[in-house]
């Protein structure tokens, strides 16, 4: 167990709905990032916040964002979904401001299916 | 085409085999290298971490990065059941970029 919980485990919605996907990062960890896992395009980086604000983004659509809380805990907010948005979604989190030599941790993902 | 490729697989090995997985990257401003393991249903953890060239063993696994070839490997001796997993190459410069990952089934 990594130490990252995510909320909720699966997610099954329609076209053009909106969704949030929750995530706690580790006692202590003031990082937490975004990925999308699917089949095609494997483990896709999709933004970073340290301590609440945004640090870095990666292949993130403008349709979907992201925010930290003061408690540290993440949402990440899907909306105008479409069926490609179907994947996996992971939240990780590290210790300080992130950078190559961090260590990320990984939570369980919510898997989101969309029809 | 991406910055780091990967063979999916699958990969399969009788228990006891050596097991070698392989990525290679396009990037040359790349420092660190890691390797992930994901079973199924579960998020990648980190298994392995090297930076720059050379190798570096830990138990049954071996890291190793070629730089001048953009080529890392990661090598799994006495390979048991449970090593059953996707692997998953990564490297950064600041984001992690990963590989698709390899699948791999180590039979009893």
């Known amino acids: 167990d990594s130490g990252v919980t995510q909320t909720p485990k699966h997610l099954i919605t329609a076209t053009g709905q909106r969704v949030t996907l929750r995530c706690s990062p580790r006692?202590?960890?003031?990082?937490v990032y975004w990925y999308q896992q699917s089949l095609d395009q494997g483990l896709q980086f999709l933004i970073q916040y340290y301590n609440g604000e945004e640090r870095a983004k990666g292949n993130i659509l403008e349709r979907f964002s992201a925010q930290q809380f003061p408690d540290l805990h993440s949402e990440l907010n899907l909306s105008s979904l479409e069926l490609g948005d179907s994947a996996l979604y992971f939240c990780a989190s590290s210790a300080r401001a992130g950078g190559p030599s961090e260590t990320q941790y990984f939570g369980p993902g919510t898997r989101l299916l969309v029809l | 085409q991406k910055e780091v490729e990967q063979d999916p697989g699958p990969l399969s090995v009788p228990e006891g085999a050596i097991v070698s997985l392989n990525c290679t990257y396009s990037?040359?401003?790349?420092?660190?290298f890691m390797w992930y393991r994901q079973y199924s249903r579960k998020g990648p953890e980190l298994l392995m971490y090297?930076?720059?060239?050379g190798n570096k063993e830990d138990g049954r696994f071996t890291a190793q990065v070629d730089k001048s070839s953009k080529y890392i490997s990661l090598f799994i001796r006495d390979s048991q059941p449970s090593d059953s997993a996707t692997y998953l190459c990564?490297?950064?410069?600041?984001?992690?970029?990963f590989g698709k990952g390899t699948s791999l089934l180590v039979t009893p």
């Open positions: 006692s202590g960890d003031l990082s």
């Open positions: 990037n040359s401003a790349f420092q660190y």
């Open positions: 990564a490297m950064t410069g600041y984001a992690l970029n």
């Open positions: 090297t930076y720059s060239s």
